[in-house]
C-alpha cells in the first residue's frame, strides 16, 4: 500500500516536499516512481528510484527542480520539487514496480501498486 501526501497550494516559485509511505510489502527490490497527471492530460512521468542501490531517473524536462529519494528506515520516498511553475499543477502519483527496468521506469504500465495521490497547485 502506497500512501501520498506533502501537496497544497503555493504561489510559483515555491517548493514542495511530497512523500510516499509504503507499507503491507517489503519494496526493498522495487523501483519507486512518481508521475503526475493534470486535467485533460496524460499521466506523466516525473522521477523514479530505485530502492535497492538508489539509482535515479527523471524526466528529462525535470532535470534540476525535482530531486527523488528514499528513507530506507522510513520506508518512504519524496519528491523534493524546487522552482514551481504553474504547469506544475497536477495530481501527484507515487507508485511502486516490481520488475521495472531502467529503459521502461518512464512506463506507468510497468508499476504495480499505485498511491491515491496529492493535489499540487501553483499560482502564478
Known amino acids: 500500500q502506497l500512501q501520498a501526501s506533502g501537496g497544497g497550494l503555493v504561489q510559483a516559485g515555491g517548493s514542495l516536499r511530497l512523500s510516499c509511505a509504503a507499507s503491507?510489502?517489503?519494496?526493498?527490490?522495487?523501483?519507486m516512481g512518481w508521475f503526475r497527471q493534470a486535467p485533460g492530460k496524460e499521466c506523466e512521468f516525473v522521477a523514479a528510484?530505485?530502492?535497492?542501490?538508489?539509482?535515479?531517473y527523471y524526466a528529462d524536462s525535470e532535470k534540476g527542480r525535482f530531486t527523488i529519494s528514499r528513507d530506507n528506515a522510513k520506508k518512504t520516498v519524496s519528491l523534493q520539487v524546487n522552482s514551481l511553475k504553474p504547469e506544475d499543477t497536477a495530481v501527484y502519483y507515487c507508485?511502486?514496480?516490481?520488475?521495472?527496468?531502467?529503459?521502461?521506469?518512464?512506463?506507468?504500465?510497468?508499476?504495480?501498486?499505485w498511491g491515491q495521490g496529492t493535489q499540487v497547485t501553483v499560482s502564478s
Open positions: 507508485a511502486a514496480g516490481r520488475n521495472v527496468l531502467a529503459i521502461a521506469t518512464k512506463i506507468p504500465d510497468r508499476y504495480d501498486y
Open positions: 503491507g510489502d517489503t519494496f526493498s527490490t522495487y523501483v
Open positions: 528510484i530505485r530502492w535497492s542501490g538508489g539509482r535515479t
